[in-house]
């Protein structure tokens, strides 16, 4: 079973409506992240949380939120969706423990498409 | 400048070559990441190393923290070897993570 899920898979919406992107995890890790992954980028931070209710924005968090009310889960908002934000999106889970910290597991990703 | 590097950015190999990418960051880091993604596919972690050297199957992972430079190498590459490459650096906080922008690599049979 893996550790991370995100759901959807896919999505196709429209510019201007709101969406929302789930991240599930059963490893128990302190911190979340998502990324969205383009052409000729690399990985790039959107939001990231390191407890319940604690997040922080990553480097392209403009027209993003996010939530965390429980450990297991992370949600990512685009409030207004717009064709910029058309993308794959990781979420990824890291934990640490006695300060050092080990790796990252990623989910499989979302594709979304704003039309 | 991007803050972490790799090289090459594309490359094809016959099946059973030696093969090495390179990375090389320019941020403070507590750890470096190599990761796996094949087309269409997720994003596996390989390795997570901080000094010296790591081994996994065919595949070897080093980093000089001098020179701040890792290498990944694969030993008898194969075709189900054909994936991006990733390379990226976390920093001394351990939960930011500026990532390259991958190496594509495609082996031959």
Redesign the interface.
């Given at each position: 079973d893996a550790g991370i899920t995100q759901s959807p898979r896919h999505k196709v919406t429209e510019t201007g409506t709101p969406v929302t992107l789930r991240c599930h995890q059963t490893e128990n890790h302190r911190y979340m992240y998502w990324y969205r992954q383009d052409p000729g980028h690399g990985l790039r931070l959107i939001h990231y949380s390191y407890g319940v209710k604690d997040t922080d924005k990553g480097e392209v968090s403009d027209g993003y939120s996010v939530s965390r009310s429980k450990t297991e889960d992370f949600l990512l908002t685009l409030e207004s969706a717009t064709s910029s934000q058309t993308s794959v999106y990781f979420c990824a889970i890291s934990g640490a423990t006695g300060g050092a910290y080990y790796g990252y597991t990623f989910g499989s990703g979302t594709r979304l498409t704003v039309v | 400048k991007?803050e972490?590097e790799q090289s090459p950015q594309n490359l094809t190999a016959q099946e059973g070559e030696f093969i090495t990418i390179n990375c090389s960051y320019s941020v403070g880091i507590?750890?470096l990441?190599w990761?796996q993604q094949h087309p269409g596919g997720?994003?596996?972690?390989l390795f997570?190393l901080s000094s010296g050297k790591k081994k996994h199957g065919r595949l070897i992972a080093t980093i000089n923290i001098q020179e701040k430079h890792s290498s990944l190498h694969i030993t008898a590459s194969h075709p189900r070897d054909s994936a991006v490459y990733?390379c990226?650096a976390?920093n001394t906080g351990?939960?930011?993570?500026?990532?390259?922008?991958?190496t594509r690599l495609f082996v031959k049979a």
């Open positions: - | 991007n972490v507590s750890a990441h990761l997720g994003i596996v972690s997570m990733i990226a976390s351990g939960f930011k993570t500026i990532f390259g922008a991958g």
